[in-house]
């Protein structure tokens, strides 16, 4: 399916009251949530790693492989917390910036008429 002009715009946080309420939902919401996920996986998969370990030396594949599988699952959280907090950053950071770029040009675009003095 292609994504036309309007509709890959129809949910786009344009205003700045909609991207401070993007910005607070990141925040308030998706941020601890994953992080509540991420802390989750750690506790039950701790918990496999030492079911499966070496008890008399010989311990099973399993325990490595889940080892391995939750350092990748630990980075891959790592970098969604990353962009998270890089999103709501710039969704904070936006309208000042643009509104910024909207003054300077309006001053510099706007020199004294001669209409002016009358």
């Given at each position: 399916m292609t994504?036309?002009?309007t509709q890959g715009q129809q949910n786009l946080a344009s205003s700045p009251a909609r991207k401070r309420a993007?910005?607070?939902?990141i925040e308030n919401r998706i941020?601890?949530?994953t992080r509540r996920s991420g802390e989750w996986a750690d506790e039950d998969t701790g918990a496999a790693v030492r079911a499966f370990d070496a008890k008399d030396g010989h311990g099973w594949i399993t325990s490595s492989a889940l080892k391995k599988a939750?350092?990748?699952?630990?980075?891959?959280?790592k970098s969604l917390m990353n962009r998270l907090s890089s999103e709501k950053v710039s969704l904070r950071a936006t309208t000042a910036l643009l509104q910024g770029t909207d003054f300077g040009v309006g001053?510099?675009?706007r020199t004294?008429?001669?209409?002016?003095?009358?």
């Open positions: 994504i036309g002009p993007a910005a607070r939902a941020e601890p949530d939750h350092k990748a699952w630990g980075d891959q959280v001053a510099q675009v004294t008429s001669s209409l002016d003095r009358y």
